[in-house]
């Protein structure tokens, strides 16, 4: 079992940056895919980004590429979503999640952090 939970969500203007982090639990962290999605009002979840169990590759969805950068520690047991230049349709709750890579897709999920852009 692996636990997520996310910090760092806030009110930022737009055009700001934020960081928000997501701390796991477990021996085997290192060895998941971890992912950013999130979730505004009214709208589905949809992703953000991911980065492999080495951290050598990264996707991102196409609304957040070249403004956000996902990172992670394997030795802290964290990955990180920096975001620069956010826009007000940015605002959403923020979540983490774990892929073990049993091909079920992400198998973990964090409670959430809330991020909110202000025109």
Same mark, same amino acid.
């Given at each position: =079992?692996? =636990?997520?939970?996310?910090?760092?969500?806030?009110?930022?203007?737009?055009?700001?940056?934020?960081?928000?982090?997501?701390?796991?639990?477990?021996?085997?962290?290192?060895?998941?895919?971890?992912?950013?999605?999130? =979730?505004?009002?009214?709208?589905?979840?949809?992703?953000?980004?991911?980065?492999?169990?080495?951290?050598?590759?990264?996707?991102?969805?196409?609304?957040?590429?070249?403004?956000?950068?996902?990172?992670?520690?394997?030795?802290?047991?964290?990955?990180?979503?920096?975001?620069?230049?956010?826009?007000?349709?940015?605002?959403?709750?923020?979540?983490?999640?774990?892929?073990?890579?049993?091909?079920?897709?992400?198998?973990?999920?964090?409670?959430?952090? =809330?991020?909110?852009?202000?025109?």
């Amino acid at each position: =079992q692996v =636990q997520l939970v996310e910090s760092g969500g806030g009110l930022v203007q737009a055009g700001g940056s934020l960081r928000v982090s997501c701390a796991a639990s477990g021996e085997t962290f290192s060895r998941y895919v971890m992912g950013w999605f999130r =979730q505004a009002p009214g709208k589905e979840r949809e992703f953000v980004a991911s980065i492999t169990s080495g951290g050598l590759t990264r996707y991102y969805a196409d609304s957040v590429k070249g403004r956000f950068i996902i990172s992670r520690d394997n030795a802290k047991n964290m990955v990180y979503l920096q975001m620069n230049s956010l826009k007000p349709e940015d605002t959403a709750v923020y979540y983490c999640a774990a892929d073990r890579g049993t091909g079920n897709g992400y198998d973990y999920w964090g409670q959430g952090t =809330q991020v909110t852009v202000s025109s």
